[in-house]
Structure formats: C-alpha cells, structure tokens
C-alpha cells in the first residue's frame, strides 16, 4: 500500500465514523490527509485519528476536489445530497447507508464474501456496504454454503450502540435514575430500554415485519446471490451498549458434522470459542466489545442443520472494519484515483 491518498470522513463525528478513523490509523491505510467532515451542529468538536486530533469540518463548506476516496456514514440522506457530487469531482465513495444497499447497478461488498467483484468495477467507483446487523451474519452464512443453504431463521439481539450515541446516554441515563428511584425518561426509544427487550426496530411494513427485519432478508439474499433464500428474520433491541448476537438456525441441503462446521467457520475468518464442557465455554456481547472479529459459539446439530451463536462489536466489525477492509480492496485492485 505505498500510494498516498486524500481521504474524508463524511460523519465522523458518529461512532461509526469515529472507529474508522480508528481502524484508518491502525492499519496504516495511506493516507496524507484525512478531513474529518460531519453536521453544522457538529462543528467545533474533535475527532481522534492516531495520535492526531482533527477539527470537524461542517458538510455545507465540503469540496470533494482532489479527495482520493470518501467514507460516507452520516446515513442516506446525506449520502444521496453529497455522493454524486463526490463521484463528479472523481472520488471513490465507500457508503454505509441504505442508499444503494439494493441498487443492481452498485456494487454491495463484503470483502470476505465477494471482494473479489471489486476487480471488475469501475475505476474510482461508488460501493455500498450492508447494514451492521448483516456482515457478520452473512460472513458465517458464507462460511456454510458450500453444503447447501436452504433457510436462515434468526433472531438478533442489537445493543443500543446501533442506533448512536444518544441512546448509549438515553441508557446509562435510565439505569442511574432506576438504580436512585427517580422517574425514568425515554427519548430516543419509544420505551424504557434499561432493563427490558424492545421487539422491534425501525417501522413496521405492510406485511408485519420490521424495516430492519426486511433489510436483513434483503442484504443476506444479495450478498449471498441467492435471491430464493429464505430468510426468517425478528430484530430484538437490547439493552447493551456495544456488542450485536445472533441466535441463528440454517437449514441445509446437505448434512455437516459439528467439528467439519466448526473449521469451516474458523477457515472464514471466524473466531470459534465453544467448549460445551466448560461454564463459560461461549461468548457474548461483553467479551467481544472492541474485538476486530466474529465469534462463535453453541454450534449444535439440528434436525435438518445447524444452530449457533454468533456476536461481534456491531460498531467495529458490523460497520467500520467492512467499510475500510473495503478500502483497502479497492486499493490492492487499483481502483482508487492516483
């Protein structure tokens, strides 16, 4: 990676932007200048990138002009006012929204799962990456499919840190006033969220499901290219702050033992911790807070496949870590601008 680049950070004052720049300086990506650019409301503050601090820049004075390659996660609104004028100016746009999540004509990439494609796009392209309940979700699917995917029936259990930093305080603000007896406000949730489960994210469709529901149905199928799937979906919102899991069953076409599916997890990247004689012999939430990988637990034989447990830091792994791994893809490829 000897090429040196200009990179902005659209949104980096969120916590997905925060962990890319993050992930940005502990990778060494080659970067000579890096803007960190977000909201007027946002303007004044200080992001962390290495041992350097940037000034938030606000989105109305941005120029993507001699910007080598945007990280866009400042959500789709913003994505649809400022990419294309990104892509005019000759930017490489790495977008976390759900802008092209299913536009045919825009690549959808996760690196371990179909980075390959990204040989094929244009120079300098636009990629969309999933939403963060999806990537590691689809990485241990993928994983498996060599034996036949039939049906995925999952449940997810989403720390609060998915919805942003107001509902990380909105939670550290109601446990307090419970734990002193005083009057519990809810804001960002339509609920109290401290101490209790809350059965659905985003708004409810015409069919029942969740928004959220469908976008994992939606970009499972697609990163997969199974558009058959079935796909069996209920988003649980939970309260934790860092940390997603998933309790998933897969339904498979052909039969595979626990240990062969074990290595075939660990073989995709996946870290399997699963020792059913020990207590403690699985992971959660709290263990892989700040961990740049996917865990494994609880992988058992089911009637007609498998069943297993899987968490991951949703901020790191989910969202940021896809969005820079792809980055660097498009680097290996030659696609960036030079």
Not at 50 to 56: A, R, S
Not at 115 to 121: E, P, Q, R, T, V
Request: proline share 5%; glycine share 6%; aromatic share 6%.
């Amino acid at each position: 990676m000897s090429q040196a680049l200009q990179v902005a950070v659209v949104g980096a004052a969120g916590l997905i932007g925060r962990a890319i720049l993050e992930l940005l300086a502990e990778r060494q990506f080659p970067a000579t200048r890096v803007l960190a650019l977000d909201e007027a409301g946002y303007e004044g503050e200080t992001v962390s990138y290495g041992n350097l601090e940037l000034d938030v820049r606000p989105l109305d004075e941005v120029s993507f002009d001699n910007i080598d390659l945007a990280f866009f996660v400042a959500g789709s609104d913003v994505t649809r006012q400022l990419a294309p004028q990104a892509r005019a100016a000759g930017t490489a746009v790495v977008d976390f929204s759900a802008a092209f999540r299913l536009d045919a004509q825009v690549p959808f990439i996760v690196p371990r799962i179909n980075g390959a494609s990204l040989a094929d796009a244009a120079d300098a392209p636009l990629v969309s990456v999933p939403n963060c309940t999806v990537t590691p979700l689809a990485v241990a699917l993928h994983a498996l499919s060599a034996h036949g995917l039939r049906r995925v029936t999952v449940s997810t259990y989403q720390s609060v840190s998915g919805t942003g930093q107001a509902a990380l305080e909105a939670l550290a603000d109601q446990t307090t006033a419970l734990f002193g007896q005083r009057e519990v406000e809810t804001s960002v949730y339509p609920k109290r969220i401290a101490f209790n489960l809350l059965p659905k994210i985003g708004d409810v469709l015409e069919d029942g499901a969740s928004s959220e529901e469908q976008s994992v149905i939606d970009e499972v199928r697609r990163l997969l290219g199974l558009p058959s799937l079935t796909v069996e979906a209920t988003c649980v919102r939970v309260p934790v702050f860092f940390g997603h899991a998933w309790a998933v069953h897969v339904a498979l076409e052909r039969p595979l033992e626990i240990d062969r599916a074990r290595k075939l997890l660990a073989a995709n990247g996946i870290h399997v911790v699963d020792d059913p004689k020990r207590e403690d012999g699985f992971a959660t939430p709290m263990e892989v807070a700040g961990s740049d990988r996917i865990w494994v637990s609880r992988v058992r034989a089911t009637a007609d496949g498998l069943a297993f447990w899987l968490t991951a830091d949703n901020v790191r792994v989910g969202a940021a870590l896809n969005c820079v791994e792809v980055a660097e893809t498009l680097l290996k490829a030659g696609k960036l601008p030079s």
